[in-house]
Nanobody, 120 residues
Framework: QVQLVESGGGLVQAGESLRLSCGAS?????????????AKWYRQAPGKQREWVAL???????NYRESVKGRFTISADSTSNTMYLQMNNLKPEDTATYYC?????????WGPGTQVSVSA
């Protein structure tokens, strides 16, 4: 099992930045669960479907949803088993609950989410 917990959300104004964190724990989380498996950030706005935002693959490139390219950066710290999403130049349309996700042995694990609200 892998337990994920997101943090770092909040209310900011357009143009500001936030850094989301996702910590992993559990019997299947070690070592380096985010660098050893495909890991992603998703978001879900009120009344909309959950959508993929950014992903990182083991020893591979990162990829981003078109609307966040150049503004968001996904990364991971293997020493602390933490994944990050650096979000710069935030826009009101980035307002959503953000979730981290990792697939271990083809089984997906999700955190409970952290709310990001961006005012105009």
């Amino acid at each position: 099992q892998v337990q994920l917990v997101e943090s770092g959300g909040g209310l900011v104004q357009a143009g500001e930045s936030l850094r989301l964190s996702c910590g992993a724990s559990g019997t299947a989380s070690s070592p380096n669960v985010f660098t050893a498996n495909t890991a992603k950030w998703y978001r879900q706005a009120p009344g909309k479907q959950r959508e993929w935002v950014a992903l990182m693959t083991p020893h591979g490139p990162t990829n981003y949803r078109e609307s966040v390219k150049g503004r968001f950066t996904i990364s991971a710290d293997s020493t602390s088993n933490t994944m990050y999403l650096q979000m710069n130049n935030l826009k009101p349309e980035d307002t959503a609950t953000y979730y981290c996700n990792v697939e271990v042995n083809m089984k997906p694990f999700w955190g409970p989410g952290t709310q990001v609200s961006v005012s105009a």
